[in-house]
C-alpha cells in the first residue's frame, strides 16, 4: 500500500504559485491513478486535479488554466503545479491514490472511490 505524503504548501500572496508534491515512500505508483483534493473550512472537500496510470489528466473548474498536475520520471511523486492563485484557494490539500491497473479510463474525481490519501498541506493565500 502506498504511504502518500503531501509537501510544499504555505504562504502566498494573491497572484502567486506553489508546486505541491504527493509522495509515495517505497511503492510506486506507476498502477494508480492520483488525485488532488481540497478542502476549505465550511466546504465540502472539491476535486482539484487528478492524473490516470495512462497519464490522462482532468481539471476541476475551478483550476482550469491555472493549475498542471504532472508525474515525474521515476513514477512515485505526482506534482501539482499552481499558478495564479487566488484567496479562494485557500484549503488543506489533500492527495489521494486509487489502484486502477486495470483501466484505461479518465481518472474519477470522486473521493470516496479513492483509497489512500495523504495527511494534508495547508496552502493559504493571503496579502
Known amino acids: 500500500q502506498p504511504q502518500l505524503v503531501e509537501s510544499g504548501g504555505g504562504l502566498v500572496q494573491p497572484g502567486g504559485s506553489l508546486r505541491l508534491s504527493c509522495a509515495s515512500s517505497g511503492h510506486t505508483l506507476d498502477p494508480y491513478s492520483v488525485c488532488w483534493f481540497r478542502q476549505a473550512p465550511g466546504k465540502e472537500r472539491e476535486g482539484v486535479s487528478c492524473?490516470?496510470?495512462?497519464?490522462?489528466?482532468k481539471y476541476g473548474d475551478s483550476a482550469k488554466g491555472r493549475f498542471t498536475i504532472s508525474r515525474d520520471r521515476t513514477r512515485t511523486t505526482v506534482f501539482l503545479q499552481m499558478n495564479r492563485l487566488t484567496r479562494e484557494d485557500t484549503a488543506v490539500y489533500y492527495c489521494?491514490?486509487?489502484?486502477?491497473?486495470?483501466?484505461?479510463?479518465?481518472?474519477?474525481?470522486?473521493?470516496?472511490?479513492?483509497?489512500?490519501w495523504g495527511q494534508g498541506t495547508q496552502v493559504t493565500v493571503s496579502s
Open positions: 492524473i490516470s496510470r495512462t497519464d490522462i489528466t
Open positions: 489521494a491514490g486509487r489502484n486502477d491497473y486495470l483501466s484505461n479510463d479518465a481518472p474519477s474525481m470522486v473521493p470516496s472511490e479513492y483509497q489512500y
